[in-house]
């Protein structure tokens, strides 16, 4: 078994978030969950201690369930991201957190109006610019974009503002991004160089990401 991330601490962030509006209604996106498991295998596997904080999802995995944190809101996944931060020596922020949430939930079920209605959102809680903020010199962190137009220069721009050390972009293309088994990605790093792969299946593209990353940032075991 490869051990080469035996004793990093490595937190992953999975899956989507849902805001909830009142008890039967929420928002939320597509996103399935599948490459933040994937990766969170692949860590296990070469021996990290992961901890994973997971959105809802139905996906089956091989991942130790006992270090699954499954929330539902952002400000819950950022809560349990926060008690977490000062040990950790990789944050990989995979989650497609939900940017807006309602400003005003309700406790029972909102009665259904004639005509149209308004729903006031605010911004949500931003994790990985949070990270961002507190990360120390040791610590790294890779973020995900998913664009659908210029792709380059948003994933740069989010690179700088959350303080990432990696940013994997893809698209929403078919077979590519949320809800399909395979993944074309792009790596950008802290040069701005990019880094371009084909069309793979999730399992490879984690390889390929932590490859990246521990060749990078030379994140190994020390002997
Ligand atoms: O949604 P956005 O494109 O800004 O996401 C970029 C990165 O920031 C992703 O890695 C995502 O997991 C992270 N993020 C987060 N909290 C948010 C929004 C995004 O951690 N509220």
Redesign the pocket.
Known sequence: METSLKNKKILI?AGPTREYIDPVRFISNESSGKMGYAIAEALHQMGADVILISGPVSITSSFPKNKIVSVMS?NQ??EACQKHFENIDVAI???????YKAKNTSVIKIKKIENETTLELEK??????E?GKVKTENQKS??????TNNIHE?AVD?LKK?N?DL?VVNSPNVNEGFGYDTNKITIVDKNLSLFSFPLKNKKEVALDILTHLKNSYNIIEEE
């Open positions: 962030t952002g996944m950022y922020f995979c989650a497609a957190v939900a940017d949500n809680v931003d994790i990985a610019f990270f890779v973020g995900f974009a998913l664009e948003n989010k959350k990432f940013i």
